[in-house]
């Protein structure tokens, strides 16, 4: 069973830029589709983005469509998220997690292996 660990969330200001990366251990990380959600307190998890295990298809909420980009490294086990043009409203807990859903899913039930978090915070 692989492990996911997230980091490099943050306080940062409207407008900046943030990468944050999942980092995996315990499993073969490069054969896994792989996704992005986000959660504030009292909502559904939300679905951001996803990447397939060599990293040459990906699919994005339409929230974030054009300013946050997922990329992967397979060689370091290591998912990572670049958010860029930071708005309010992207204030949220992230996650990484698996796809064990088929490819085009964006539903939590769908995803598996759940890391613990990461706090991205956006001041306006």
């Known amino acids: 069973q692989v492990q996911l660990v997230e980091s490099g969330g943050g306080l940062v200001q409207a407008g900046d830029s943030l990468t944050i990366s999942c980092a995996a251990s315990?499993?073969?990380?490069?054969?896994?589709?792989m996704g992005w959600f986000r959660q504030t307190p009292g909502k559904e998890r939300e679905f951001v983005a996803a990447?397939?295990?060599?990293?040459?298809?990906?699919y994005y909420a339409d929230s974030v469509k054009g300013r946050f980009t997922i990329s992967r490294d397979n060689a370091k086990n290591t998912l990572y998220l670049q958010m860029n043009s930071l708005k309010p409203e992207d204030t949220a807990a992230y996650y990484c997690?698996?796809?064990?859903?088929?490819?085009?899913?964006?539903?939590?039930?769908?995803?598996?292996?759940w890391g613990q978090g990461t706090q991205v915070t956006v001041s306006s």
């Open positions: 997690a698996v796809m064990s859903g088929g490819w085009s899913s964006s539903r939590p039930a769908d995803f598996v292996s």
């Open positions: 315990g499993g073969t990380f490069s054969r896994y589709n």
């Open positions: 990447i397939s295990w060599r990293g040459d298809n990906t």
